[in-house]
């Protein structure tokens, strides 16, 4: 059973950064994609950022140029670095690992941007 832990969410002004961590229970290398999803209230789950395997990110226009994933090898972790924080940015933040055989989500982490 792998296990996704999610930290760093929070309350956040305008204008403000955010980092926020996702480390699993295993070798980050049984992983061919890592990615950030986030859910607003009433709204479906939409993709943040993806990472592969070879370190190939991608991100959704709405964080282009203000977010940075990037995978930690050592903590076996997915970071996502958010700068620039909107109000529209609020959501619950959820981390994503695919394998060849199955996804994984972790629990979500609420991030509120809000002055």
């Known amino acids: 059973q792998v296990q996704l832990v999610e930290s760093g969410g929070g309350l956040v002004q305008p204008g403000g950064s955010l980092r926020l961590s996702c480390a699993t229970s295993?070798?980050?290398?049984?992983?061919?994609?890592m990615a950030w999803y986030r859910q607003a209230p009433g709204k479906q789950r939409e993709l943040v950022a993806t990472?592969?395997?070879?370190?190939?990110?991608s991100y959704e226009d709405f964080v282009r140029g203000r977010c940075t994933i990037s995978r930690d090898v050592a903590m076996n972790a997915v970071v996502l670095q958010i700068d620039s924080l909107k109000p529209e940015d609020t959501a619950v933040y959820y981390c994503?690992?695919?394998?060849?055989?199955?996804?994984?989500w972790g629990q979500g982490t609420q991030v509120t941007v809000s002055s």
């Open positions: 990472i592969t395997d070879d370190n190939d990110a």
């Open positions: 994503n690992f695919r394998s060849w055989t199955d996804d994984y």
């Open positions: 295993r070798s980050i290398f049984d992983f061919y994609a």
